[in-house]
């Protein structure tokens, strides 16, 4: 923040000394009149039944909190500096599932290997003694760990915090036909940071009614990989982690729910670069084709080298033995929400391609029919060399209701052909080279319905502080995909004016 608030008074001198320097100059209209300030929040849940780190089973609950505060700062007649600063902060079922295994009493290792159920006792402490219908006459001895992709984990991966900084300057020309602009930003969370950069270049002309623009971008990220507790173990105490680190003395069952020593993933090791390269140039031309009418196209180029795959995106092959650590009488509802007490161990994790390209094009249609009612329409074609083809439409109706109220309905239509390197749970095979149980990367449809309501107050009667009220943004979104996947999404934006 302090920082920020030097750059803030650096450019507030800037700005100053070019006023004076400009005294002389024609006068002309600002681009920005006056400094504004925006808060912006997002609430996000999400359920799911097909879990990449459960390797395409599992709870996909989510929960994810978002905040933005964005400065625009007129630094001259010409420029405007932009300062966007936020958090996203999450907790997943999902994630916590990179290390699923707890040991909170509930089970009991036990002398005929049956367990002690879920139902009877959080006291590990206290040997059970009650007799009820999963009591077979054991032995009760210390705490066993346990875990299912169904349930949330108490591991540190459950939640996490990404921060977020991003800065950009746009100048525009004294006819304010040509603006050209330049960013620059950094991200931070616990296994994964960004940094990017980036320019652009518009150019209006046939008196402002036609526009080009070009824009360049780069994104020089770096995971700090994170791999399932299996995994991570066998590659750090090779063959014999059995007898050390996590799961020394820890039972691993087979298929049958016998103890058994045969599990080794030997498919897996750590990837030897984290690092992961995006670039990408964008081209947009738009027009105005009548008074009422604009219209525009634009298409995307993007690259990406590196670590593409997902660290802890766990991987089961149809062609190994099955292997778990937990409660055996589990192991048959394995893939179903019934199951509480046993998760299986990994073969390997997700491995992709290091390279990818991809090529968005689409175009927008904007309608004015009247003073009150807007049609604003969006069409865009996704393909990439994974063999992921995708279209997107959607339409919005803002309907002005009052001098200071619109109410926007809108619906989204998603449909896409998954990647060549897609099957589900347990579907791959140990030859295969590329292999992902990650349901984004699938084939599905999608639709997403929503309503926001917007407050604007030109005059900006309402103050706070030295700060008039410009708008009030609210939006509600839900979102449904055909392999039951569901979403709501909350959003507000408040907009003050100095």
């Not at 290792?109 to 077979?136: E, I, L, Q, V």
Request: no cysteine; charged share 20%.
């Amino acid at each position: 923040m302090k920082k920020i608030l030097f750059i803030t008074s650096l450019f507030y001198l800037t700005s100053a000394n070019s006023q004076e320097k400009d005294s002389t100059a024609v006068y002309k209209k600002r681009v920005l009149e006056t400094a504004e300030i925006e808060f912006l929040g997002s609430y996000y849940q999400q359920d799911g039944k097909h879990s990449p780190v459960g390797g395409g089973i599992g709870s996909e609950e989510l929960k994810d909190y978002t905040s933005n505060i964005v400065l625009s700062i007129p630094v001259s007649d010409d420029g405007v500096l932009t300062i966007d600063a936020g958090f996203s902060a999450y907790t997943s079922a999902s994630s916590s599932n990179i290390n699923p295994f707890v040991s909170d009493g509930s089970f009991t290792t036990t002398t005929n290997n049956n367990n002690t159920g879920a139902s009877r006792s959080m006291n590990s402490n206290t040997p059970y003694t009650n007799k009820d219908d999963d009591y077979y006459n054991t032995t009760t001895t210390v705490p066993a760990p346990y875990g299912s992709p169904w349930i949330e984990s108490t591991g540190a991966s459950r939640k996490d915090v990404l921060k977020t900084l991003s800065a950009s300057y746009s100048h525009s020309s004294d006819n304010r036909n040509t603006i050209w602009n330049a960013n620059a930003s950094v991200s931070k969370e616990y296994d994964y940071q960004s940094f990017g950069v980036g320019a652009g270049l518009a150019k209006l002309f046939n008196d402002k009614n036609s526009e080009i623009s070009l824009k360049a971008s780069a994104y020089f990220d770096k995971w700090y990989a994170i791999y399932p507790t299996e995994l991570h173990e066998y590659s750090l105490y090779g063959m014999h982690f059995q007898n050390s680190g996590y799961f020394k003395g820890v039972n691993i069952l087979d298929e049958y729910g016998m103890a058994t020593t045969n599990y080794l993933p030997k498919s897996f090791h750590p990837f030897s670069n984290e690092k992961r390269n995006s670039y990408s140039m964008s081209l947009g031309f738009s027009q105005v084709l009548t008074k009422n009418l604009q219209a525009s196209v634009f298409m995307d180029l993007l690259y990406q080298d590196g670590l593409l795959s997902t660290p802890y995106h766990r991987i089961y092959f149809a062609d190994k033995a099955n292997y778990y650590i937990g409660q055996p009488r589990y192991i048959p509802i394995y893939d179903s929400p019934g199951n509480v007490g046993v998760f299986r161990l990994a073969d390997d994790v997700e491995r992709l391609p290091k390279t990818r390209f991809k090529v968005p094009v689409g175009a927008r249609l904007n309608y004015y029919i009247n003073e009150k009612f807007v049609v604003r329409s969006y069409y865009r074609y996704y393909a990439d060399d994974w063999g992921l083809e995708a279209h997107t439409a959607s339409i919005e109706i803002p309907y002005r209701i009052s001098e200071y109220f619109t109410i926007l309905p809108m619906y989204r239509f998603y449909t896409q052909k998954g990647v060549r390197y897609f099957a589900p749970f347990e579907k791959h095979y140990s030859f295969q080279k590329y292999y992902t149980s990650d349901y984004d990367l699938s084939s599905f449809d999608s639709h997403q319905y929503g309503i926001g309501l917007s407050y604007s107050d030109i005059l900006t009667r309402a103050r706070v502080l030295k700060f008039g009220l410009k708008n009030i943004d609210f939006r509600y979104n839900r979102y449904e995909r055909s392999d039951a996947l569901k979403a709501d999404i909350f959003s507000l934006g408040i907009k003050f004016v100095q």
